[in-house]
């Protein structure tokens, strides 16, 4: 799909429509919050998409027609069968922290609000593995799982606003990627509850096996009303900040760290630029001019070794605190997107890439900076790609344009990262730019008059008739 082009769609759905869905939806359960005011239509269509300034002009007027906040599976479901027997897109949300656009409605109808289920419904005692709603946000279910000694494997660094339904469904990846991989690993993801959109909708329980085609799916073939997964033990994580006057020795140690025995749950390398312009927590000195940062949570055990090792590879420890117990700004809150989020704070001409690095990546590292300068800055994250430490990328690019950004995204590829575009609309041109079969059928058994999300899933929009 072009650089700043939406998918051919239908209208918004003719007045009347919602209407008479409305009132459907009223007389069937009156309890059911069904909002029409338009700063709450506004509002409850937005995400975080201004990031990029080729999906934020395009999306700026989409907007739902209705919203229902669902606080029950039963109230899914009527929501749900109303939209299929009335022939209204539906759109589900989270808390809208994602930054692709994935909760915006590309065609109005009714935008689903899933914040109201926000149980954690079972922890088993020995495994630790849960099962919660889908609209829990991230933080509270870690505190609900904090008595049974257990804590989430994955989180993103909108960990305090995000929810559980909302990570899996538009996200991937976050803090934990370097012990746990991504979300769609095996292992990671146990179950989910679904809902199909039909006249009579159904309320189905995915065990493993079938679950992958709706992770990161954006909601397009299914409702996720509740979620298992495997947690782990709960421990306390000590953050480090680290400093380097040498780039290359920054990114060898981001390399090396990982394949060491040091028990680590995040590792963020900021460029000294991008150093420079983060809020560090109380206590932590700012970075000297021209030094680069290596961000760290790593168990307390790791602390007697890990300070000389890191020195003797040109490092040095500025600061460390115990996570939950520092003053100030958490050290999650630097990384992944919250790093551009607080450059853009400053620099909103500015926005990023999401890139997998190839294993050795000086290389490619040295070309980009030959042919962009200081318009591209470096922020990368250690993550676990099938099953080996890989360092992923988010970089920061000044704007210049789409031409431009196609032309770095295209010279990223030759030099072996895989793009993960977050200037793409659908779901498809947002992870590996591949359509996905499964996820198509399985929207074709749930969804199967393309209600869900419209416009969001490639491999539906060029699909062959029936």
Not at 23 to 35: F, K, R
Not at 339 to 346: E, G, S
């Amino acid at each position: 799909m072009p650089i700043a082009a939406l998918p051919p769609l239908e209208p918004p759905v003719a007045p009347e429509r919602i209407a008479a869905l409305a009132a459907e939806l009223a007389a069937v359960d009156p309890s059911l919050p069904l909002l029409r005011d338009p700063a709450d239509l506004t509002r409850l269509s937005r995400d975080c998409n201004d990031f990029s300034p080729v999906l934020a002009p395009l999306l700026q007027a989409c907007r739902a027609q209705l919203v229902a906040l669902a606080g029950s599976v039963e109230q899914v479901i009527a929501v749900a069968g109303a939209c299929a027997r009335h022939g209204v897109p539906l759109t589900p949300r989270g808390a809208g922290t994602g930054n692709y656009g994935q909760c915006v409605p590309l065609r109005g109808g009714v935008v689903l609000d899933l914040s109201g289920l926000a149980r954690l419904r079972h922890v088993d005692p020995v495994s630790g593995v849960f099962t919660a709603e889908a609209g829990v946000i991230l933080a509270e279910l870690d505190r609900q799982l904090q008595p049974h000694g257990r804590a989430l494997r994955l989180l993103p660094s909108t960990y305090r606003s995000a929810t559980l339904g909302g990570f899996i469904a538009g996200g991937s990846s976050g803090i934990g990627s370097l012990r746990w991989g991504f979300l769609a690993d095996p292992g990671n993801l146990l179950g989910l509850e679904v809902i199909s959109v039909e006249p009579e909708p159904r309320r189905l329980h995915l065990g493993p096996e079938a679950l992958g085609p709706l992770i990161h799916a954006y909601g397009c073939n299914g409702i996720l009303t509740a979620v298992t997964m495997a947690s782990c033990t709960a421990q306390p994580w000590e953050q480090l900040v680290v400093g380097f006057s040498d780039w290359s020795q920054a990114l060898e140690a981001a390399q090396a760290l990982p394949c060491t025995a040091h028990a680590l749950n995040a590792l963020c390398l900021l460029e000294a630029p991008v150093a420079a312009a983060m809020p560090w927590p109380g206590g932590c000195p700012p970075p000297q001019h021209g030094e680069h940062r290596l961000l760290l949570l790593a168990s307390p055990d790791a602390l007697p070794a890990l300070p000389a090792w890191l020195q003797a590879r040109g490092g040095s420890l500025h600061w460390q605190g115990r996570q939950g117990e520092s003053r100030g700004i958490p050290i999650r809150e630097l990384g992944w997107n919250h790093t551009t989020l607080h450059w853009r704070a400053h620099k909103p001409d500015w926005t990023y890439l999401q890139l997998l690095l190839p294993p050795e990546p000086a290389g490619m590292l040295a070309q980009l900076r030959q042919r962009w300068g200081d318009d591209l800055l470096w922020h990368l994250e250690a993550v676990r790609w099938q099953g080996a430490p890989r360092l992923a990328g988010l970089p920061l690019l000044r704007w210049q344009g789409p031409e431009a950004l196609a032309e770095l995204i295209e010279a990223c590829r030759e030099l072996g990262a895989l793009v993960f575009d977050p200037h793409a609309i659908t779901v498809e041109d947002g992870g590996l730019g591949a359509v996905d079969a499964d996820q198509v059928a399985l929207k074709r058994a749930l969804d199967p008059a393309g209600l869900l999300n419209p416009g969001k899933l490639r491999g539906w929009l060029s699909r062959s008739p029936g």
